[in-house]
């Protein structure tokens, strides 16, 4: 008896589809149950595409940007939004001195004068560059990847590493730059048997939680976050 049009292969599984597959999704499903925030999100920054979130982001970088656990840049990140600067002119009004102390009681202290010194310039920066708007530089770089790299590492402070923190976070508000993974993602997801590729890793979770997975991948790269753990935890599902 010939069979109904379209009935075979009704229950085939989706083009691309291998168990292999399927493994690596439940891996990133099972880091990002873990994982539920971004850096930026820990540092309470409501991130959106508006100068007062972005120049956050770009304060935050700056402190994750030296050598120094990313808890404590964190914790001071925290301690300069809640002293009130948000915002370049805010950050440019504040002493050097009430940053020096704002970063202290962070205990961002190893680095806290030269870092309050590159804060207050960069806010001037923002300002006198991209008139406090890092939309602007954002329209200026066309959403290119590597003109955005060149553009943040203008600021004091931020270097190749700055340039991959800030476009790794900030991928989930501007959508061109996905998927976007600098090498301690890469670096993660190698440790959590993942495609160590953007495109690959972008295969595993919906656009919207790239970004993310990719802060979560870092987390395990760094050590903050167990692959093991992980990877069991997958395996249990």
């Excluded at 539920?36 to 994750?64: C, K, M, N, S």
């Excluded at 931020?158 to 976007?180: K, N, S």
Aim: proline share 7%; charged share 25%; net charge positive.
């Amino acid at each position: 008896m010939p069979r109904a049009p379209g009935r075979a292969g009704a229950n085939r599984p989706p083009v691309g589809y291998t168990p292999v597959m399927a493994e690596k999704r439940e891996v990133a499903r099972a880091l990002l149950d873990r994982q539920r925030q971004t850096y930026a999100e820990e540092a309470g920054i409501r991130l959106a595409d508006r100068p007062g979130p972005l120049y956050q982001l770009l304060v935050l970088t700056t402190l994750l940007s030296t050598r120094i656990r990313a808890g404590v840049a964190l914790a001071a990140a925290r301690e300069l939004f809640a002293a009130g600067y948000r915002t370049p002119p805010a950050m440019e009004a504040a002493s050097w001195q009430d940053r020096v102390d704002a970063l202290g009681r962070g205990h961002y202290r190893r680095y806290d004068e030269r870092t309050a010194t590159m804060l207050g310039t960069g806010a001037r920066l923002c300002l006198d560059r991209w008139r406090g708007d890092l939309r602007r530089l954002h329209r200026e770089a066309n959403g290119d990847p590597s003109v955005l790299r060149r553009l943040l590492i203008e600021f004091p402070g931020i270097g190749p590493t700055g340039a991959d923190i800030f476009l790794r976070e900030v991928q989930t508000v501007w959508p061109d730059v996905r998927p976007y993974a600098d090498r301690r993602t890469l670096a993660g997801a190698e440790r959590l048997g993942l495609p160590a590729n953007p495109r690959g890793l972008s295969g595993l979770v919906g656009e919207g939680d790239f970004g993310r997975l990719a802060s979560a991948l870092v987390r395990v790269a760094l050590g903050q976050e167990n692959a093991g753990e992980v990877s069991r935890m997958a395996a249990a599902r």
